[in-house]
Structure formats: C-alpha cells, structure tokens
Nanobody, 120 residues
Framework: QVQLVESGGGLVQPGGSLTLSCAGS????????MSWYRQAPGKERDWVAT????????TNADSVKGRFTISRDNAKNTVYLQMNSLTPEDTAVYYC?????????????WGQGTQVTVSS
C-alpha cells in the first residue's frame, strides 16, 4: 500500500521557521521525483518545490524565493521542506507528491497534507 505521510506543520510566528517531512512507503521512493505543493484557503493548490531522483532541485521563486529549501534522504524514504522567514502569506495546507514517469504510464501519489499557520 502506497503512503505519503506529511508531518511537521503547526503554528509559527512571522519570521519563524519550520521543517516539514514527508515519509513515503509502498513504492521505490528513490526513483521518484518528489514535490511540495500548498493550498491556502479559497485558493488553488500551488507548486512550491521539487527534487528529482538525482537530487536536482527547483523552487517557486515567485512565492518562496530564497526562503524554502527542499531536500531528501532516500535511506529514510523522506523528503523535507525547510521553511525560513515565514510570513502570514505562507499559511496553507502543505502537500507532498511523488511522481515517476514509466514507459507508457506515470505514477503519481499524494499525501494527506499538513497545516502550516503563520500568525502572531
């Protein structure tokens, strides 16, 4: 059974930091591109950051430029999102996604999300 389980969300003051984790099981984690998305109340789900199976990374510069860092530990089947200098605009449910393109098909898995609230 495939699972992606996010953790690490919570309430943080503006300017603070959080590290989100997403643990995968039931699939070959190291072969998957992993991403973080977020969805604020009343808004669409937006892409935040991606890390490939080879370790290459990309982040959404418009929204999280220089503040968020994605990383992975394949030995732990876990992807992380380090978030610094948080603002109220970062308040959202954060989701992780695993993606792999195979011959003739793609595999895509989502976690259930973890709430991040930035407020004083």
């Amino acid at each position: 059974q495939v699972q992606l389980v996010e953790s690490g969300g919570g309430l943080v003051q503006p300017g603070g930091s959080l590290t989100l984790s997403c643990a995968g099981s039931g699939f070959i984690f190291s072969s998957y591109t992993m991403s973080w998305y977020r969805q604020a109340p009343g808004k669409e789900r937006d892409w935040v950051a991606t890390i490939t199976s080879a370790g290459g990374t990309a982040t959404n510069a418009d929204s999280v430029k220089g503040r968020f860092t994605i990383s992975r530990d394949n030995a732990k089947n876990t992807v992380y999102l380090q978030m610094n200098s948080l603002t109220p605009e970062d308040t959202a449910v954060y989701y992780c996604k695993g993606y792999r393109r195979l011959p003739g098909m793609t595999r895509e898995y989502w976690g259930q999300g973890t709430q991040v609230t930035v407020s004083s």
